[in-house]
C-alpha cells in the first residue's frame, strides 16, 4: 500500500518532525526510509556523543516523540500513520548506543532494527496492538531498538 502523506508535514513543524524530517512521506516503505534518514544524524550529531550525553539524547528525543508522533496522530486523524517515523530515528539511534565505531555497525545496525521493527516479534507486536496515542506509537519501537541493541552487542562482543 502507497503512502498517502499529507502536505501539512511541510507547513507544520510538529508533522515535519514526526514525518522524520519529511522522509515519511516516501511513497512506499516509510519506515525504511525513515531509517535510513536517522543514519546521517548518528553519523554526523550522535556518535560521538559519550555514553551519558547519548543517553540523555536518547531520553529526550523519546519524551519528544511521544508529543511528536500523538499530535501529529491525532491531527491526522490516523492512529500511527506510516508516514510518522521519528519512532524509527529512536529506534535506530537506541539500537547504535554504545555500538562500535565503523560501517559494519552502522549497517548491521540499520539491518537488525528494520528486522525488528518489521517482524514485530512479541511483546512488540503486542504492544503496538495494545498500546495506543503518542506512547504506543513510540514504544514499540523503542523495544524494537533495545532488542536489535542487545543483538548487536551480543555480535560485536562475542563474534566480530
Known sequence: MANSAPASIWRNPIHFLAFGLGSGAAPKAPGTFGTLAAVPLYLWLLQDLSNIEYLIMLVVTSLVGIYLCGKTSKDLGVH?????????????????????????????????????????????????????????IMFDDILAGVMSLVVLQALANFVF
Do not use: N
Open 80 to 136: 500511527d500513520h506510516s508516514g510518522i517515523v521519528w519512532d524509527e530515528f529512536v529506534g535506530y539511534w537506541i539500537t547504535m548506543w554504545l555500538a562500535p565505531a565503523g560501517w559494519m555497525y552502522i549497517v548491521l545496525g540499520f539491518v537488525l532494527f528494520r528486522l525488528f521493527d518489521i517482524l514485530k516479534p512479541w511483546p512488540i507486536s503486542w504492544i503496538d496492538k495494545h498500546v495506543h496515542g503518542g506512547f504506543g
